[in-house]
């Protein structure tokens, strides 16, 4: 038995999916700026041929607000649409950035300690606090990365809605 997997479970499961279309790029942006049109009160976004990104419309403007990103390219003369779900390209390399940052600090200093110890010398006494202050600072970025998609889940949802009904339509059946 051979059990098949859609492009709508892949939008559920994964904050990415990939589907192929019948329509041309040009086709697909108008398509999608007939939709944005429909629902100007509810999404925004920018659209051209190549690249779209839409937003939920807020009164507020959360830090880790979600975005569909939705790339579409020509692969083996066929039009693929790829999505992407997530926070801005801004935000996203920040919290990397953070990640990267603590995680080379407490590498530094738990080495720092660990070299201290083995040569029994006392001139990094601190080290080792410091590098349990370093994962203290991982674990609150990664608290504040969690704390912003808990906040954003909503609008998640909404554009999980705005990519099924304005792409999921024109998706190519392949056999």
Do not use: C
């Not at 659209?47 to 959360?62: F, G, H, L, M």
């Not at 738990?110 to 201290?116: D, G, I, L, N």
């Amino acid at each position: 038995m051979k059990t098949e997997e859609t492009t709508l479970d892949k939008i559920r499961t994964r904050p990415r999916f990939k589907m192929l279309t019948h329509l041309t790029k040009e086709e697909y942006a108008e398509s999608l700026k007939k939709y944005l049109a429909e629902h100007k009160t509810e999404f925004s976004g920018n659209i051209n041929k190549e690249v779209a990104t839409i937003w939920v419309e807020t009164p507020y403007d959360n830090y880790w607000k979600p975005r569909l990103s939705l790339r579409v390219e020509i692969e083996d003369d066929q039009t693929t649409i790829r999505g992407v779900f997530g926070p801005s390209s801004a935000v996203w390399t920040f919290f990397m950035f953070l990640y990267f940052s603590f995680s080379i600090l407490w590498m530094t200093f738990f080495t720092m300690h660990y070299v201290e110890n083995q040569i029994k010398s006392a001139e990094y006494p601190w080290a080792l606090s410091a590098s349990f202050v370093m994962l203290f600072f991982i674990l609150l970025t990664y608290l504040a990365a969690r704390f912003g998609q808990y906040k954003g889940k909503e609008e998640m949802l909404k554009l999980r809605q705005f990519a099924e009904e304005s792409t999921l339509q024109f998706e190519k059946i392949v056999n």
